[in-house]
């Protein structure tokens, strides 16, 4: 895989023409495949499905120049291979320590990671807090729905959406950590 790499137009459009030679096609085809990996996932007990299938996608997409002359098949196939790899990645990580509290220690910490993220949330641009609300509104197909209005607003792919937001996200992640970090060392 190329390090570094990141998904370009070009290298979409490249994975859509593998998947279907037919553009609307190829379309329903990626996002039938996008979705049936998110389900393997989450049904596997990934918190993170949608993102293990997106890291799923990527991977395969950053492989498709060497492979697409050789490979024989159905695409999907081999998008299942590569999300079993990705899956025995997962189960490497290291997992916080399960830790039982009482109640009251429970809402005050969510408390705390409420307060932490509305303060993450500030210091984001108005069109990345934007951006990252819509994002990740709603449930199933009316999530889908809304992400696919969000790319064509925008101007750019669904996939170049997915990689902004999750770019966001880390960012308020990493924001939200340091916050709650420094709650604790107070």
Same mark, same amino acid.
């Given at each position: 895989?190329?390090?570094?790499?990141?998904?370009?137009?070009?290298?979409?459009?490249?994975?859509?023409?593998?998947?279907?030679?037919?553009?609307?096609?190829?379309?329903?085809?990626?996002?039938?495949?996008?979705?049936?990996?998110?389900?393997?996932?989450?049904?596997?007990?990934?918190?993170?499905?949608?993102?293990?299938?997106?890291?799923?996608?990527?991977?395969?997409?950053?492989?498709?120049?060497? *492979? *697409?002359?050789?490979?024989?098949?159905?695409?999907?196939?081999?998008?299942?291979?590569?999300?079993?790899?990705?899956?025995?990645?997962?189960?490497?990580?290291?997992?916080?320590?399960?830790?039982?509290?009482?109640?009251?220690?429970?809402?005050?910490?969510?408390?705390?990671?409420? %307060?932490?993220?509305?303060?993450?949330?500030?210091?984001?641009?108005?069109?990345?807090?934007?951006?990252?609300?819509?994002?990740?509104?709603?449930?199933?197909?009316?999530? *889908?729905?809304?992400?696919?209005?969000?790319?064509?607003?925008?101007? *750019?792919?669904?996939?170049?959406?997915?990689?902004?937001?999750?770019?966001?996200?880390?960012?308020?992640?990493?924001?939200?950590? %340091?916050?709650?970090?420094?709650?604790?060392?107070?």
């Amino acid at each position: 895989m190329k390090t570094g790499w990141v998904l370009a137009q070009e290298d979409f459009d490249r994975l859509l023409h593998w998947l279907d030679a037919d553009v609307e096609a190829a379309g329903r085809e990626y996002e039938t495949i996008r979705q049936r990996l998110i389900k393997i996932f989450a049904r596997r007990g990934c918190s993170e499905a949608e993102d293990l299938a997106d890291e799923t996608i990527n991977r395969v997409t950053a492989k498709l120049e060497t *492979i *697409i002359d050789d490979y024989e098949g159905s695409p999907r196939f081999y998008f299942y291979r590569v999300a079993q790899l990705v899956h025995m990645e997962y189960l490497k990580r290291p997992r916080p320590p399960e830790v039982s509290c009482d109640l009251s220690a429970f809402s005050e910490e969510k408390e705390r990671e409420y %307060e932490c993220l509305d303060s993450c949330l500030e210091r984001l641009s108005s069109d990345q807090r934007e951006l990252v609300i819509q994002y990740y509104q709603k449930d199933k197909r009316a999530k *889908i729905e809304g992400r696919q209005r969000l790319a064509e607003q925008l101007g *750019i792919a669904v996939n170049a959406l997915r990689i902004r937001a999750h770019r966001i996200r880390s960012r308020l992640q990493q924001c939200l950590n %340091e916050c709650l970090e420094e709650q604790t060392v107070h």
